[in-house]
């Protein structure tokens, strides 16, 4: 403890003073891992980030673990103190960064049920959150494409469950051999990596992963249908107690980055906010990967990484559409998928339910599979556009903290998506050829202080902008889109409708709408 005690000269010292915010929090975090025998407390580790030109040459004597992570942090044991705990020059010179490695958990408090025969009910009728999120119609449109990859970040995958062995991820450059064939610095890494134990079995010890893998992609023709007929890359980072250090899952997220994967799907948190953790799912978005994480369930706000901007942030919703008491809200959650009761896959090849935001966030995941299955060009960006224009509200009107904007709706998405400019298309999916949904460009709100609701269509577009300001080319279907509280001037994206970029902003009682090419404004209404 006095050697912990002692790194606090360390961010004192006059060399860098500057560090001396990140060091107060990282030692202070590790104070409460020794008081409180918090998991994981024997291994106390922190992050650190380097500048590029000084101080890596002394990663070796902190103790550096394994390669660099996204946005240039590394993992290390201990700092390179002297005899009076005082960190060296040439190391501290190097210095950009420090925090905790902190830990975070599988999002499911809730013990797994197994699920049991029951005369004249078969498993796939049990499955209610296919039917919720309108299945069976998106499969009429898009079953999803093995070429599209989700990379599962959880506790690992049952690899041998029947359900699932045909739906994984296989590296083709690398075989069972012992040797590192496609020089990624993981050996024998052909369905995914381990980075607890650091091998190439990222198998299950929980039933966390393998259950979360099930609702993405388990054999839409066996007992229990994932949604997507998409690849699911396993990549363990959840331990036997579902608990995982933040380096372990920045690794993770590097990893499925460098090996091409579409979608993460991060069923896990923790209410500890990371800078390199942020970075991690940043570097991610920048490389086009859709990152979807669970809001959490402990009735309080959304838990990190699911905050940040980068990530999808998901919530649960029940059979009758409500959201149940345990599901995390706060003003950076995105949308609802149902996550009460969810049958999937268990270890040893059968099938249980599981509750939590960990079972609604797999939904959101395949849905986004299913879109860039249809369309590979889709931005991460798009994706999470079309998912929450096209969610089914279950709370307040528009964007709310409980459901965000509404209830995962995966056939109206890919509706958006697929339609053409020859007429509206609303987001049930039906033509509405005499103009677009509502009407007219503004629905006002009674209350200023709610989100307002701006209707959108192409007609609507056109007749309130000279053609010179805005493309009547661009195609804008009718769409309902929510835009939550914001101050005058601030803008708002809205996103992506057919081909045309669109964008809503409301300040100053002006809405702006942003086709491809020029703006063009109305004044009025709300």
Same mark, same amino acid.
């Given at each position: 403890m006095d050697r912990v005690r002692n790194s606090m000269t360390l961010r004192a010292t006059p060399d860098r003073p500057e560090l001396r915010p990140f060091v107060a929090r990282a030692v202070a975090l590790l104070l409460v891992f020794s008081a409180t025998g %918090? $998991? /994981?407390? +024997?291994?106390? %580790? /922190? @992050?650190? #980030? @380097? &500048?590029?030109?000084? *101080?890596? %040459?002394?990663?070796? &004597?902190? *103790? $550096?673990? !394994? #390669?660099?992570?996204? *946005? *240039?942090?590394h993992a290390i044991e201990k700092l390179p103190l002297d005899d009076d705990g005082v960190m060296s020059g040439q190391f501290a010179a190097g210095v950009e960064a420090i925090e905790t490695d902190f830990v975070r958990r599988a999002a499911d408090e809730f013990p797994a049920v197994p699920a049991t025969p029951m005369e004249g009910q078969s498993l796939r009728d049990r499955q209610y959150a296919l039917s919720k999120v309108r299945a069976a119609e998106a499969w009429e449109l898009q079953r999803g494409r093995r070429g599209v990859v989700v990379a599962v970040i959880d506790s690992g995958v049952d690899l041998e469950h029947p359900s699932l062995a045909g739906n994984l991820w296989?590296?083709? #450059?690398?075989?069972?051999? !012992?040797? +590192?064939? +496609?020089n990624n610095g993981y050996v024998d890494d052909v369905h995914g990596w381990d980075f607890v134990g650091q091998d190439a079995d990222? &198998?299950?010890v929980s039933g966390h992963g393998t259950h979360v893998a099930g609702i993405i992609a388990a054999g839409q023709d066996g007992p229990v249908a994932g949604l997507a007929n998409v690849s699911v890359m396993v990549l363990r980072v959840l331990d036997s107690r579902n608990e995982g250090f933040d380096s372990r899952t920045m690794a993770a997220i590097g990893y499925a980055i460098d090996e091409g994967a579409d979608i993460i799907n991060l069923s896990l948190g923790g209410p500890d906010d990371s800078s390199a953790l942020r970075d991690a799912c940043n570097a991610a978005q920048a490389a086009g990967v859709v990152v979807v994480a669970a809001a959490g369930n402990q009735a309080g706000r959304v838990l990190y990484p699911a905050a940040y901007e980068s990530a999808i942030a998901v919530g649960a919703s029940d059979e009758a559409d409500r959201v149940p008491s345990f599901s995390n809200a706060g003003r950076s959650l995105d949308l609802a998928a149902p996550g009460v009761n969810i049958i999937s896959t268990a270890l040893g090849g059968g099938f249980e339910y599981r509750s939590g935001t960990s079972v609604a966030t797999p939904l959101v995941s395949a849905a986004a599979a299913l879109l860039r299955s249809a369309d590979a060009r889709l931005s991460a &960006? +798009?994706? %999470?556009? #079309? /998912?929450?224009?096209? $969610?089914d509200d279950i709370e307040q009107a528009g964007w709310d903290e409980a459901s965000g904007y509404g209830r995962l709706n995966v056939f109206t998405a890919l509706n958006v998506q697929s339609a053409d400019s020859e007429g509206d298309v609303d987001l049930n999916g039906k033509s509405t050829e005499d103009g677009g949904v509502g009407g007219g460009p503004v629905q006002t709100s009674s209350d200023d202080d709610l989100p307002p609701w701006i209707h959108v269509s192409s007609q609507a577009s056109r007749t309130a902008a000279r053609d010179d300001d805005y493309s009547t080319e661009a195609e804008v279907f009718g769409a309902t889109a929510p835009l939550v509280p914001a101050p005058c001037g601030a803008g708002l994206s809205a996103g992506m409708l057919g081909a045309a970029t669109l964008s809503l902003a409301c300040g100053c009682r002006t809405c702006v709408v942003r086709g491809r090419r020029r703006p063009a404004a109305w004044r009025g209404g709300y």
């Open positions: %918090r $998991a /994981l407390a +024997d291994e106390p %580790r /922190l @992050l650190i #980030r @380097l &500048s590029k030109a000084e *101080g890596k %040459r002394q990663l070796a &004597s902190a *103790g $550096a673990l !394994g #390669r660099p992570l996204p *946005g *240039g942090w296989t590296n083709a #450059r690398e075989t069972l051999n !012992g040797y +590192d064939d +496609d990222p &198998s299950d &960006s +798009d994706v %999470r556009t #079309r /998912l929450t224009l096209a $969610a």
